[in-house]
């Protein structure tokens, strides 16, 4: 009897830049202060999984967190804003998503960027 020698085959990581687009601000004001920037790519923890934005929703309280009035006393700059994005899967740790699986996720940072740093928890 013949024996097969199959070997496992390692799903490729897809290629991931090292910075991603992202519409931040430096500091809080008018609509003029938000600009596009080149920022580092957000890190994934143990249970987390990277989404590359495809759309982004604009809540109606982030032109006040933007004008500084609200929820940005501790905020770190360049601050990027956003809390409704999907997009695709495209690095994930532990978690039972899959890579290129599609997602949506509400309450979350950065969705005004092309990449996300998502929990499962």
């Given at each position: 009897?013949?024996?097969?020698?199959?070997?496992?085959?390692?799903?490729?990581?897809p290629f991931l830049p090292t910075t991603m687009r992202a519409a931040a601000l430096h500091h809080v004001g008018p609509a003029?202060?938000?600009?596009?920037?080149?920022?580092?790519?957000?890190?994934?923890?143990?249970?987390?999984?990277?989404?590359?934005?495809?759309?982004?929703?604009?809540?109606?309280?982030?032109?006040?967190?933007?004008?500084?009035?609200?929820?940005?006393?501790?905020?770190?700059?360049?601050?990027?804003?956003?809390?409704?994005?999907?997009?695709?899967?495209?690095?994930?740790?532990?978690?039972?998503?899959?890579?290129?699986?599609?997602?949506?996720?509400?309450?979350?940072?950065?969705?005004?960027?092309?990449?996300?740093?998502?929990?499962?928890?």
């Amino acid at each position: 009897m013949a024996t097969t020698n199959r070997s496992r085959r390692r799903r490729a990581q897809p290629f991931l830049p090292t910075t991603m687009r992202a519409a931040a601000l430096h500091h809080v004001g008018p609509a003029s202060v938000l600009k596009v920037h080149d920022l580092p790519l957000p890190a994934i923890g143990a249970r987390d999984v990277l989404i590359a934005v495809d759309t982004a929703g604009v809540g109606s309280w982030e032109p006040v967190q933007r004008s500084g009035e609200w929820g940005v006393d501790d905020a770190h700059f360049p601050l990027v804003l956003g809390s409704d994005g999907s997009g695709t899967v495209v690095a994930m740790n532990e978690t039972d998503y899959g890579v290129s699986a599609l997602v949506g996720s509400s309450f979350t940072m950065y969705a005004y960027s092309n990449a996300i740093s998502f929990s499962r928890s």
